[in-house]
């Protein structure tokens, strides 16, 4: 994290749940994202709570005008939206939109969790054998401690999802868990000397 020695905190990653469902293998990953919705919405609710940051990384669909709020709003208007309702960032979610398979390539991801005094990441999220794997490398070798709630992530093929898991574990040091073992202990903003805080973590 850039030398950043107060890295201490947590974030919690949302990766790629605003979707649209309307790709190719779509049909096998909405089941396994149907399991993992009432999942994450737990998690969400409970890193909200503790004032933990909650960071969507999303893929722009190929809309590289949009901004995240229009990202949304087309995720929401395909048939899949009983999907996306129960996770849908609040006023205070940090969003950041990517365009490959890794949170951190050519996004502000780094920086962001720099910012936030956040040294260990949570990956959610789906694909577990693409973006989540890819993103969990990324986050190893920038030094970050990593922690995969399996029942918070959705999969496409559940064989290479086990594989990505136990290569997570195996080579990247993760931590794989499920979601009821995770604990938060909140991370809030930097601000400058001087000004007050507010209770959800901003500046």
């Not at 709570?49 to 999303?58: E, F, G, K, Q």
């Not at 290569?167 to 400058?192: C, S």
């Amino acid at each position: 994290m850039h030398g950043n020695t107060e890295a201490t905190g947590l974030a919690l990653i949302v990766i790629d749940m605003i979707h649209t469902y309307d790709h190719e293998d779509a049909e096998l990953l909405v089941p396994s994202a149907r399991q993992v919705v009432p999942v994450l919405a737990e998690l969400i609710g409970r890193a909200r709570a503790a004032h933990v940051p909650v960071v969507y990384a999303n893929d722009n669909f190929g809309l590289w005008r949009s901004h995240h709020g229009e990202l949304l709003e087309t995720a929401l208007s395909r048939p899949h939206a009983d999907l996306i309702e129960p996770i849908r960032p609040d006023d205070e979610s940090l969003f950041v939109v990517k365009a490959r398979h890794s949170i951190f390539y050519e996004t502000p991801l780094s920086y962001l969790l720099w910012r936030l005094g956040a040294g260990h990441v949570v990956l959610s999220g789906q694909v577990t054998e693409q973006c989540v794997l890819y993103s969990a490398l990324d986050a190893h070798i920038r030094h970050l401690e990593v922690t995969v709630p399996r029942d918070a992530v959705a999969s496409i093929h559940p064989h290479l999802a086990d594989a990505a898991l136990d290569m997570m574990e195996r080579n990247m040091g993760a931590r794989i868990v499920t979601a009821k073992d995770i604990a938060f202990v909140g991370t809030r903003w930097p601000v400058p000397e001087g000004q007050p805080r507010r209770p959800g973590g901003g500046p």
